[in-house]
């Protein structure tokens, strides 16, 4: 089982900025793709970014595309996430998703889930 954790989350004033670490422990499997998912209340979950294993592909939602980055350490088994500038409309639970054989944008391809990370963002 591969138990996916995410810190970082909290309240911060539109224009700023937050970094999302996601950890990830266990029964890790090989070159796991990675993403971050978002929802919001009253809303479905959202795709906001994807990282292959090597790092050298990355995918982004175009409502977050030059305002977050995704990134990952592979040897701390860690992703991250980048957020600037921002907005109201960012607030959610963000969570973040292990894939093991797809570089995707659906939530329906990947196979395990952190519990999620409350961002809030005052205007």
């Known amino acids: 089982q591969v138990q996916l954790v995410e810190s970082g989350g909290g309240l911060v004033q539109a224009g700023g900025s937050l970094r999302l670490p996601c950890a990830a422990s266990?029964?890790?499997?090989?070159?796991?793709?990675m993403g971050w998912f978002r929802q919001a209340p009253g809303k479905g979950r959202d795709f906001v970014a994807a990282?292959?294993?090597?790092?050298?592909?990355?995918y982004y939602a175009g409502s977050v595309k030059g305002r977050f980055t995704i990134s990952r350490d592979n040897a701390k088994n860690t992703v991250y996430q980048q957020m600037n500038s921002l907005k109201p409309e960012d607030a959610a639970v963000y969570y973040c998703?292990?894939?093991?054989?797809?570089?995707?944008?659906?939530?329906?391809?990947?196979?395990?889930w952190g519990q999620g990370a409350q961002v809030t963002v005052s205007s």
């Open positions: 998703a292990a894939n093991k054989d797809v570089l995707g944008t659906n939530d329906a391809e990947y196979d395990y």
């Open positions: 266990g029964r890790t499997f090989s070159r796991p793709a």
């Open positions: 990282i292959s294993w090597s790092g050298d592909v990355t």
